[in-house]
């Protein structure tokens, strides 16, 4: 059975009517990062490697809809090391979110929604304040403004749950001391995780891919 069948109807639904079939990305990644293992996606620019990351996410937290287990907790941190790329993601993702919350409605099904939120360096203090008192499921982020909130005590707590890390632009981050200083804010991450979160890294263009993946984990 494919990783596209086994899903969620709603996920499966919403996919098949926007897209004809999965990309060698998504087809070649979703088992690994269905299993939870540690998946680092390199394809070039538009072969569909974001939502191939952020998809299994997402049919996971509608099955916890479904169960009533979705909680207001994070349970996926996405991290750039852009800021730009991280608004980008955000409106890429609320849309597909939307598109899905409607899929849901049209086979019967009454969710809860599934809420994402920016946290960067631009995110003003009262919208820090709200992601504190209201957690995401999914939080858009960037290296420094995570290590702020791992070392924040207040921000850590919700962070608690994550069961997931999306690292992209991986090539951007390995050459040089961003990158240093994310693998270690990702090792505190573990640590204040009951269960270590599983990794996803996304790059167009990282060589030697080896090096990307030891970085990665």
């Given at each position: 059975?494919?990783?596209?069948?086994?899903?969620?109807?709603?996920?499966?639904?919403?996919?098949?009517r926007?897209?004809?079939?999965?990309?060698?990305?998504?087809?070649?990644?979703?088992?690994?990062?269905?299993?939870?293992?540690?998946?680092?996606?390199?394809?070039?620019?538009?072969?569909?490697?974001?939502?191939?990351?952020?998809?299994?996410?997402?049919?996971?937290?509608?099955?916890?809809?479904?169960?009533?287990?979705?909680?207001?907790?994070?349970?996926?941190?996405?991290?750039?090391?852009?800021?730009?790329?991280?608004?980008?993601?955000?409106?890429?993702?609320?849309?597909?979110?939307?598109?899905?919350?409607?899929?849901?409605?049209?086979?019967?099904?009454?969710?809860?929604?599934?809420?994402?939120?920016?946290?960067?360096?631009?995110?003003?203090?009262?919208?820090?304040?709200?992601?504190?008192?209201?957690?995401?499921?999914?939080?858009?982020?960037?290296?420094?403004?995570?290590?702020?909130?791992?070392?924040?005590?207040?921000?850590?707590?919700?962070?608690?749950?994550?069961?997931?890390?999306?690292?992209?632009?991986?090539?951007?981050?390995?050459?040089?001391?961003?990158?240093s200083?994310?693998?270690?804010?990702?090792?505190?991450?573990?640590?204040?995780?009951g269960?270590?979160?599983a990794?996803?890294?996304?790059?167009?263009?990282?060589?030697?891919?080896?090096?990307?993946?030891?970085?990665?984990?």
């Open positions: 059975m494919s990783v596209l069948a086994s899903l969620h109807p709603i996920t499966r639904t919403w996919f098949e926007r897209f004809k079939a999965p990309t060698d990305a998504q087809r070649d990644g979703w088992p690994h990062i269905m299993a939870r293992r540690d998946t680092l996606i390199s394809a070039p620019t538009g072969s569909g490697k974001t939502l191939a990351a952020f998809l299994m996410s997402i049919d996971s937290l509608i099955r916890k809809a479904e169960s009533g287990e979705l909680e207001e907790r994070v349970e996926v941190v996405y991290v750039s090391p852009l800021k730009a790329l991280s608004n980008d993601i955000q409106r890429n993702l609320d849309d597909p979110l939307a598109e899905i919350a409607e899929v849901a409605k049209e086979l019967g099904y009454d969710l809860p929604p599934i809420r994402t939120a920016l946290r960067t360096g631009d995110t003003t203090q009262a919208e820090r304040q709200a992601i504190i008192k209201h957690p995401p499921h999914i939080l858009i982020t960037t290296p420094e403004s995570l290590y702020l909130m791992i070392t924040a005590e207040r921000a850590r707590e919700i962070l608690r749950n994550v069961q997931t890390v999306i690292v992209d632009e991986v090539h951007a981050l390995i050459r040089d001391k961003r990158g200083h994310l693998a270690l804010t990702l090792a505190r991450l573990d640590h204040i995780c269960t270590r979160p990794r996803v890294g996304l790059s167009a263009t990282v060589t030697p891919i080896e090096y990307a993946a030891q970085f990665l984990v």
